[in-house]
């Protein structure tokens, strides 16, 4: 999410004040302690959901903002599991702070009718922007096909069934 309308797209939640790409982001106002949900069944998005991944730049004119990345499952209207991280503003960095966090669902039984829902929860009272916000459904099955796992190519080396050499992993400082 980039927040970059058309022009004949409701824009009352945008804001051109601050951006870190673009010209406009989504604007928390003061009183405002919950972004709208992005709510997707489970079916819609993985065949086994096993991973959601957000990311998101976040600026404040205030230190005492903090913003928290969410991740709820629900089944029947009550929910099975809650996920959070934080994110403190930092009103002296201009562009912005990035926020990625990864909530894992794999010892989750999560069934296909279930409801994934991600948004952002805002205390501190101040107004907080949102930019380039990304969401990623991750699933342990390959989508689309009866059989097999994909390689888990993040962590494929020596050893494994995966192509030789392929993702090796360096750290570096």
Known sequence: ????????????????????????????????????AVRRRISDVATTLSE????????????????????????????????????????????????NCSFLLRDLPVEPNDVVSVYLWKRGGAEAFIDDMEIYFKSAEVPGRKTGRAYPLDSAGVGTLAPMGYADISVVD
């Open 1 to 36: 999410f980039d927040f970059e309308v058309p022009a004949n797209v409701d824009s009352t939640h945008l804001s051109r004040a601050w951006s870190r790409s673009g010209v406009r982001s989504y604007r928390m106002t003061p009183g405002e302690e919950y972004s709208p």
């Open 52 to 99: 959601v991944e957000v990311g998101f730049w976040m600026w404040s004119p205030s230190s005492t903002t903090l913003v928290t990345a969410v991740t709820s499952i629900d089944r029947d209207g009550k929910q099975l599991a809650w996920f959070g991280k934080d994110l403190p503003a930092d009103p002296s960095r201009a562009k912005g702070c990035r926020l």
